[in-house]
Structure formats: structure tokens, C-alpha cells
């Protein structure tokens, strides 16, 4: 299956290395460019991307709007955004994580980790690494904002104590390979709890699994 990729960032010249990198692999192409977001979420509901590379700061709508209204669009359910930033503890980055990106990059990726990072998401994975999700969940994400979407009490009722297990693991930001390990199963079974508890929570992807087990107290953040 190819994956297919809208890239939105203001930058042309930007735009331009990631097409070429994009599409040197067979497994990928580009779809669309977008400079801000009113034109990434257009373009987004025209070629219903498999992955949306978006970067936050844009002139006129950021990227932060354009990812508001793509992960809340009901006819975009299998498009996932990947936000790209600067600074990976930043609040904007948390507030698209709560919209629903799937994950983010630091613009100093490699071009590995960058083609890494959208096969990951368009696998329906999370990209959040150990560090980074900790950070921000600590600064950002373990305390709701206004305007949060707000997860029903006794949500967790309907998941499994070892769902909740699997939840609490991915919220430190580990991987199936890693949690499998930990738990001493195969990562396929882990799979299979991260989707069951995804289903019964209603979670967009991993991502917003990982912001609902702090959101609900499963698990608890730990000092900056």
C-alpha cells in the first residue's frame, strides 16, 4: 500500500527537500502541499491523506487550527496528522496532541526518522518518544484545559485490569516491543489490548490513549 502524504509548512523550500525525500521511496507519495492551514485542512478533505506532516507555526491559520479541524472532521477518520516543531515541550504540540495528532518530530530529524516517523503513523501507531511524552505530559497534558474533550466518569470501568496495565505503559511512552517484554507476552497481544482499550474510549489512536490515562488518573504524573 502506498502511503499517501500532504505536507503543509510555509516554508517552499522545506516543502520541497521533504517531496523529493517523500518520494525516492516506493511505498510513499505526495499528494498535496499546503503553506498554512486553512489550505492543509482543504486540501486534507480533497485527497483524504493517508499522513498530514503539518508544522504549527504557520502564517494566518496555524498548524495548530488545521489539526483541530482535521482529527475532528468525521470524514477524515484515517487521516493522521504528524506535527513537526522546533521545540518538542511545546505547549502548542500538547494542545495538538489533545486535538488528536498522532505525534510529533523535531525538525532537526534525520531523513530516516522522518520517513520512520510517517510509516509509524500511518500504520496507526503513536509517535511519542519516552522523553518528550513525559515532559509534556507533566507541563501540559495531565491537567485538562478549557474546551478539552472530557472523558465520562467511570470511562475506565469498561476496561480491563490489564488493558489498564498496557494503558499505564504506553503513557510512559514505551512500545509494544517494550511493553512485551515487560509483560511477557508477544507484541501482538499488546496490539491487542492497545486497540481494545482504544474501542472502549473512543481514542482517536495511541496518542490519545496516552493523553486519557493521565486525563483519568490512571496514571499519574511524576515531578518535572
Known sequence: ?????????????LRATFRI???????????GEAAEGDEAVRLAREHRPDVVLMDIR????????????ICGDPGLPDTRVLILTTFETDAY???ALRAGASGFLGKDVTADGLLDGIRTV????????????????????ATPEPGDAV????ALDA???REREVMALAAEGRSNAEIARELVVSPLTVRTHVQRAM?????RDRAQLVVIAYQTGLVRPGPP
Do not use: C, F, H, W
Open 122 to 141: 500511518a500504520a496507526g501507531e503513536a509517535l511519542l518518544s519516552p522523553a518528550a511524552t513525559r515532559a509534556l505530559i507533566t507541563r501540559y497534558l
Open 58 to 69: 504557520m502564517p494566518g491559520a496555524d498548524g495548530l487550527a488545521a489539526t483541530e479541524a
Open 93 to 95: 504540540v500538547a494542545r
Open 1 to 13: 500500500m502506498t502511503i499517501r502524504v500532504l505536507l503543509a509548512d510555509d516554508q517552499t523550500l
Open 151 to 154: 472523558v465520562a466518569p467511570g
Open 199 to 203: 474501542s472502549k474510549l473512543g481514542a
Open 21 to 31: 525525500l517523500i518520494e525516492a521511496n516506493d511505498d510513499m507519495t505526495v499528494v
Open 159 to 161: 476496561v480491563t485490569a
